[in-house]
């Protein structure tokens, strides 16, 4: 058994990443999200957005979470940089009153490693990159995502809140705590026939707040 507090762990863009054996590429990640299918992207796709070479994944970066011994893939960060004009017609959570969003295209761990707490590590890691942007732009940044249902608890549970997390899907929630401020709009207030069901989530950073 894995001991967590025992593991080293960095993280690697996918651009600097070496795949070993070429066939790697082709694969996808053991995510064990079967409602999702074949849309989760292989290695392959996920470097040509990181590298520029698909039109509209401008500004797209992939991030690996590794164990540090090996270089064994543990988990995946996928961001994009967009701004509110473009991304409001994709996620139905935003606010106009930031203009910019680090999108969160894809956060997702290998099922082996899904007990563990490396999603928060993944999520703090976003945190970092937002604030990042944020301090390089010299503008307000905020988080956006299209999470499948299946990903709401894990969401919630970053709040570190007493609150159960509310299992509503006709109507939109919204937690605010110290450290970030969540809205969750249900995609079945947008239309009852997506699939799989979705959350369309804002995030905002409360230390990053224009105060």
Request: net charge neutral; hydrophobic share 40%.
């Amino acid at each position: 058994m894995v001991d967590f507090l025992k593991e080293a762990l960095k993280i690697i863009p996918i651009t600097e990443y070496s795949f070993f054996n070429p066939d790697l590429l082709g694969m996808r990640l053991n995510h064990g999200f079967d409602d999702v299918g074949h849309f989760f992207p292989t290695w392959r796709e996920f470097l040509d957005r990181s590298r520029g070479q698909i039109h509209g994944y401008e500004n797209y970066m992939v991030y690996l979470l590794c164990k540090h011994d090996d270089d064994e893939i543990i988990g995946v960060l996928a961001v994009q940089l967009t701004t509110y004009d473009i991304l409001k017609a994709k996620v139905h959570a935003l606010t106009p009153d930031i203009s910019t969003y680090l999108y969160l295209s894809w956060i997702a761990l290998d099922t082996k490693y899904q007990k563990y707490n490396y999603f928060a590590f993944l999520f703090e890691f976003y945190h970092v990159l937002v604030r990042r942007v944020q301090i390089q732009l010299g503008t307000r940044i905020g988080g956006a995502a299209i999470a499948i249902r299946r990903m709401r608890p894990y969401l919630w549970s970053l709040l570190n809140t007493d609150i159960r997390c509310p299992g509503d899907t006709d109507k939109s929630l919204y937690k605010e705590t110290k450290r970030f401020t969540l809205f969750i709009k249900p995609s079945e207030i947008i239309s009852p026939d997506i699939k799989p069901v979705q959350d369309h989530v804002l995030i905002i950073f409360d230390t990053l707040k224009v105060r």
